[in-house]
């Protein structure tokens, strides 16, 4: 990673090294989004990993109109700034509109552009000139080279807070598959790089009218991603993931967190011990 990502008062790349970012799918309630921010900080804070809480205050690209979507921008935006203020917690969300953006950067610390948009210039470019952190999920359709395009349009706005986070790739019908030379291969642009092991679990679609999923294997798939050297996790959670609204199949219970943290930041150290040459 060469490019230092400046993420409110922190500088990811120097004295923040390793990210996790966690949270809900989709807000589906205030006390909900209240309860995960502040589990996940403590679990983070035991393990010694800068948080950033993820939820989603509308989900546009659901996969039937009546999938739950969560409750919409300006609701959505309050909750978020209220964890963000009581639970102190740096707080992230997706746009899925150029006319989210402004609204969005006045609460966001981080600005997410979703997976199947990633391609979509106007909405690229609108993020960048917030001049805040920018996480770009890459699209399950793309090839990892194919991110320095997506990189250049968000860079032409003068904004070099740039991360990448790999989610997934189709594989044939309702199905992806974690391509772990992609970290290594985006991670050459030079720019941080975040894995997203519960989406690249997900099987969109696969339920019909609804996404499925195999949360059984977001801890090994962690594992692997660090093994593989990444500089960061991205995690949905859910304290009752059977009756989550949305994308319950590919959360991890939230209990489980503090093992995944434990584990994967183990591995984590001994690769870069390993990569700076220390026996």
Same mark, same amino acid.
């Given at each position: 990673?060469?490019?230092?990502?400046?993420?409110?008062?922190?500088?990811?790349?120097?004295?923040?090294?390793?990210?996790?970012?966690?949270?809900?799918?989709?807000?589906?309630?205030?006390?909900?989004?209240?309860?995960?921010?502040?589990?996940?900080?403590?679990?983070?804070?035991?393990?010694?990993?800068?948080?950033?809480?993820?939820?989603?205050?509308?989900?546009?690209?659901?996969?039937?109109?009546?999938?739950?979507?969560?409750?919409?921008?300006?609701?959505?935006?309050?909750?978020?700034?209220?964890?963000?203020?009581?639970?102190?917690?740096?707080?992230?969300?997706?746009?899925?509109?150029?006319?989210?953006? =402004? %609204? @969005? $950067?006045?609460?966001? /610390?981080? +600005?997410?552009?979703?997976?199947?948009?990633?391609?979509? !210039?106007?909405?690229?470019?609108?993020?960048?000139?917030?001049?805040?952190?920018?996480?770009?999920?890459?699209?399950?359709?793309?090839?990892?080279?194919?991110?320095?395009?997506?990189?250049?349009?968000?860079?032409?706005?003068?904004?070099?807070?740039?991360?990448?986070?790999?989610?997934?790739?189709?594989?044939?019908?309702?199905?992806?598959?974690?391509?772990?030379?992609?970290?290594?291969?985006?991670?050459?642009?030079?720019?941080?790089?975040?894995?997203?092991?519960?989406?690249?679990?997900?099987?969109?679609?696969?339920?019909?009218?609804?996404?499925?999923?195999?949360?059984?294997?977001?801890?090994?798939?962690?594992? =692997? %991603? @660090? $093994?593989?050297?990444? /500089?960061? +996790?991205?995690?949905?959670?859910?304290?009752?993931?059977? !009756?989550?609204?949305?994308?319950?199949?590919?959360?991890?219970?939230?209990?489980?967190?503090?093992?995944?943290?434990?584990?994967?930041?183990?591995?984590?150290?001994?690769?870069?011990?390993?990569?700076?040459?220390?026996?």
């Amino acid at each position: 990673m060469t490019h230092v990502v400046r993420i409110g008062d922190w500088t990811f790349g120097r004295e923040v090294d390793f990210l996790l970012i966690a949270g809900l799918c989709a807000i589906e309630s205030e006390a909900d989004a209240m309860h995960a921010a502040a589990s996940l900080k403590k679990f983070a804070e035991e393990a010694g990993v800068p948080l950033v809480f993820k939820a989603s205050y509308d989900k546009a690209n659901r996969t039937s109109c009546s999938s739950f979507r969560g409750p919409g921008l300006e609701e959505g935006l309050r909750i978020l700034s209220k964890v963000r203020r009581e639970i102190g917690v740096k707080v992230l969300s997706d746009v899925h509109a150029v006319d989210e953006v =402004a %609204a @969005a $950067a006045e609460v966001l /610390d981080i +600005i997410q552009t979703p997976a199947y948009l990633c391609r979509q !210039t106007d909405l690229l470019t609108a993020v960048g000139r917030t001049g805040k952190a920018v996480n770009v999920k890459k699209g399950q359709f793309l090839a990892p080279w194919d991110m320095e395009h997506v990189l250049h349009k968000v860079r032409s706005t003068g904004n070099e807070n740039i991360m990448i986070t790999e989610r997934g790739s189709s594989f044939g019908y309702n199905q992806l598959v974690a391509d772990m030379r992609s970290l290594r291969i985006m991670r050459s642009l030079g720019f941080p790089v975040i894995f997203d092991a519960s989406h690249s679990v997900q099987l969109p679609g696969g339920r019909g009218d609804v996404s499925g999923g195999q949360r059984e294997f977001i801890l090994p798939l962690a594992r =692997a %991603a @660090a $093994a593989v050297g990444v /500089d960061g +996790i991205y995690l949905e959670v859910h304290d009752r993931p059977e !009756t989550a609204r949305c994308d319950g199949p590919n959360s991890l219970p939230l209990d489980h967190v503090p093992a995944l943290l434990k584990q994967v930041l183990r591995i984590q150290q001994m690769v870069r011990t390993w990569e700076e040459g220390i026996p």
